[in-house]
């Protein structure tokens, strides 16, 4: 295990080589992130090297539900295991685990417009995988210090859904985003990624590929079963 003082390092470079990135860092006690007392908490997610990890694995292949979830539970605890943290996940509740307040005391994730997450190199590509909590504190990098979206000319994620279930003041209307992917105009976010997420110009940075927008659009919206 690395030395305390370059822990942080050891974790960023261990969750790489893994296939994730880190989404963020806090220390828990300054921060006042809920659900923890002391030391460190550092957030993992989906970047670039992600996909490649994902499909090349087990869990990918085997067909049984949930493989995402399950991928990350083995890679994100076995992390734990190495580094000497707690794993904490976004899944398998109730209850959760507070994943929002954690990600948006780590500054470096923000309320968009649309009231989704935003972060500072994946924009509304968020995928937070897991986070591994440290009893001794961490040497931290600082963190952003604003939300992308001040500086965002037009704010494009307002008018991007075709359907207007997602966007504005008015609340998400989950029951007409389920309409809308049912529908053959729907398939463009079926296959691509949630319109909304994709007009963001900080989306860009997590290159994600069609294919796996498109398994996570599937999580969200399964395929009817047939009669």
Sequence with gaps: MAEPAHL????????????????GALDVDASGAKGLSGGSLVLLGAG??????FTAAPEARHGA??????????????????????????????????????ALKSGRAFSSPTGMLVHDTVGLMISYRGALHFVEPLALPRATASSPCDSCAGKPCLTACPVGALGGAAPYDVPRCHEY?????????????????RACPVSRGAERSPAQSALHMRSFHPPCPRP
């Design 8 to 23: 942080y390092e050891a974790v960023r470079d261990a969750a790489g080589a893994a296939g994730l990135i880190v989404m």
């Design 48 to 53: 670039r090297g992600f996909w490649p990890a």
């Design 65 to 102: 539900p949930d493989p995402v979830d399950r991928w990350s539970r083995r890679v994100v605890g076995g992390l734990a295991a190495t580094l000497g943290a707690t794993a904490h996940f976004p899944f398998g509740g109730p209850p959760y685990a507070p994943f929002i307040d954690w």
């Design 181 to 197: 992917l049912d529908s053959p105009a729907g398939q463009s976010c079926m296959l691509q990624g949630c319109a909304v997420r």
